[in-house]
């Protein structure tokens, strides 16, 4: 029998959405091997750590009033499950699903390999729509705007990724956000599939 220890986060998440999300957090090897990243604080004096280096940019996730899971940008949060490709670490981070972003990771090449987006009625979408990133060491990387666009299926809604460059703009508002920022700010952009999917995920007991 494995004894799984669970953080927080997904205690929370479990209570939220019943066994169904613990058996699909099971499945992806998530609970208890995971790193949480937590956004930082705005007007930070310390954003980089000797060896790591930050990522930012915006993400803008869109839908039609036709798509099925409450009124259009009625999304509460969206969690990204990330893979570091050489030591197969994983970190999970939380973000705003329609805003800016900024993470602190160590130096690196990473996939986002599942996403999980809770809606206002705090139902769980759970899917992936691929991408890929890197970190430089004492850096800061922009990666971009991330739009996703979900087009519904029923409980299954499809993904469409696409990457915007606004880099002047992205770099104007992280200046009057943060203090202690690096030296080297760098694009990077996001290296997005096209098409994902999600899937509701069953709350029923």
Sequence with gaps: MQIVQLN??????????????????????????TVSVPNPPLVSTQLIVPGNGIVFGH??????????????????????WLKDKESGRRFVTQLHPS??????????????????LTDEDGKGWAGSLPAAFSVIPDGATYLGT????????????????????????????????YTGLPQKLLVGLLSSEERGSLSLIDNED
């Design 8 to 33: 927080g986060d997904q205690k929370r998440l479990v209570q939220r959405h019943g066994c169904s999300l613990l058996l699909y957090a099971l499945a992806l090897g998530l609970a208890g091997c």
């Design 146 to 177: 991330w739009q996703i666009r979900l087009v519904s299926r029923g409980t299954v809604s499809e993904l469409e990724g696409k990457v915007l460059n606004e880099f002047s703009a992205a770099v104007e508002e992280l200046r009057r956000n």
């Design 59 to 80: 993400v803008d996730i869109q839908r039609p009033a036709t798509v099925g899971f409450g009124p259009p940008l009625g999304n509460r949060d969206l969690r990204l």
């Design 99 to 116: 805003g800016p972003f900024l993470m602190k990771l160590p130096a690196g090449s990473y996939l986002i390999t599942e996403l999980l």
